[in-house]
């Protein structure tokens, strides 16, 4: 299995809202994906199999030194096999290239093995005030 990870690359909305309703068990939204990352994220990076989309993340930032990983996606069947490691590392690439600083992320208890054994991030400490 050939995956290709492309930082900034193209996507329709509908592929990512798919990916982002199984990933997050929800159904699927109409959300204007493109709009949201031009408009406010450092970058983005897309994985593809055969020109499908099979994983994403959105790479947000605060315009300076500090960028924030979200929505981590990577289609169901292909779970637990790399290429969610691969998009993170992507990720980091493309915020390093960016001269960013910092890469946080935050994450459900379930996910932490992945983020810290797979991707190489540190825990630490951070506050949270639910909205």
């Avoid at 959300?31 to 408009?39: F, G, P, S």
């Avoid at 947000?60 to 993170?88: K, N």
Wanted: net charge negative.
């Amino acid at each position: 299995m050939t995956i290709t990870y492309e930082w900034r690359g193209e996507f329709e909305n509908t592929a990512v809202n798919a990916l982002h309703a199984e990933g997050f068990n929800h159904r699927v939204l109409n959300i204007d994906w493109l709009e949201q990352v031009h408009r406010h994220s450092l970058g983005w990076v897309c994985a593809r199999r055969d020109g499908e989309l099979v994983g994403f993340v959105n790479v947000a930032w605060d315009g300076g030194v500090h960028a924030f990983i979200l929505d981590t996606l990577v289609r169901g069947d292909l779970r637990r096999s790399g290429i969610g490691a691969e998009l993170i590392a992507a990720a980091v690439q493309g915020a390093r290239a960016a001269q960013c600083e910092w890469l946080h992320v935050d994450f459900d208890g379930n996910l932490r093995a992945f983020y810290f054994d797979a991707c190489g991030f540190k825990p630490t400490e951070a506050g949270l005030i639910a909205l």
